[in-house]
């Protein structure tokens, strides 16, 4: 089983639609992280999570919301979907006390069209 | 502006041919270089990562550089198989404890038989 799941994988939805991803983690690491990636552009950070009590905003966190409803559960939603939030989301997670150096582990992705 | 950039932006190569990958950064303060992995349809897995005091680093027939001074890594691939067939991704992260990271475009390896 993955380490870090994520929620559905693959999501066609309407514009002005409310999308929820999930993602679950098995790692017992208390961040946790919301990546977006596009063609061509690196991986951009939406949100991202410290513990539970800790939510913070990325550099692209207009028109997302998360909750950490647990250390292992960070969810991503999409309040009103529009397509040029059609891309592939990431979640990943990481503790430096483990690496001492933040390595990310990443989910499986979740493949999101708005159409 | 922290910026990572990586060279080419694709590669075609031969199984068994090795190959080098480019990353050039201007990210401040430095605190550490990772190379990623990425099959397609799969999240990114780190291969490899090298902090200011180290200059090469290995992981089976990976090897990534770093020079710090001109701000650049390489990723070299030896005997390349067609499993290598990915994104490569450089990631740097900046700061105290490294925690903000930023992320390259990737560069997509196609690998022939």
């Known amino acids: 089983d993955a380490d870090v799941t994520q929620t559905p994988r693959n999501r066609i939805t309407k514009t002005g639609k409310r999308i929820m991803l999930e993602c679950s983690q098995t790692?017992?690491?208390?961040?946790m992280y919301w990546y977006r990636q596009d063609p061509g552009l690196g991986l951009r950070l939406i949100y991202y999570?410290?513990?539970?009590?800790?939510?913070n905003k990325g550099e692209i966190s207009d028109g997302y919301s998360v909750s950490r409803q647990a250390q292992a559960k960070f969810s991503l939603s999409l309040e009103s979907a529009i397509p040029n939030q059609t891309a592939l989301y990431f979640c990943?997670?990481?503790?430096?006390?483990?690496?001492?150096?933040?390595?990310?582990?990443f989910g499986e992705g979740s493949r999101l069209t708005v159409l | 502006k922290n910026q990572v950039e990586q060279s080419p932006q694709s590669l075609i190569i031969l199984e068994g041919k090795n190959c080098t990958l480019q990353?050039?950064?201007?990210?401040?303060?430095?605190?550490?270089l990772r190379w990623y992995k990425q099959d397609t349809g799969r999240g990114p897995v780190s291969l490899t990562i090298?902090?200011?005091?180290?200059n090469t680093k290995s992981n089976g027939r990976y090897t990534a550089t770093l020079d710090a001074d001109t701000k650049q890594s390489s990723l070299h691939i030896t005997a390349s198989q067609l499993s290598d067939s990915a994104s490569y991704i450089c990631?740097?992260?900046?700061?105290?404890?490294?925690?903000?990271?930023?992320f390259g475009a990737g560069t997509r390896l196609f690998v022939k038989a």
């Open positions: 990943a997670t990481s503790d430096p006390r483990v690496s001492g150096t933040g390595e990310l582990f």
């Open positions: 790692k017992g690491h208390d961040r």
């Open positions: 999570s410290f513990d539970v009590k800790d939510i």
């Open positions: 990353c050039n950064y201007t990210v401040s303060p430095f605190s550490n």
């Open positions: 090298m902090t200011f005091s180290e």
């Open positions: 990631v740097v992260s900046a700061g105290t404890g490294g925690f903000k990271t930023i």
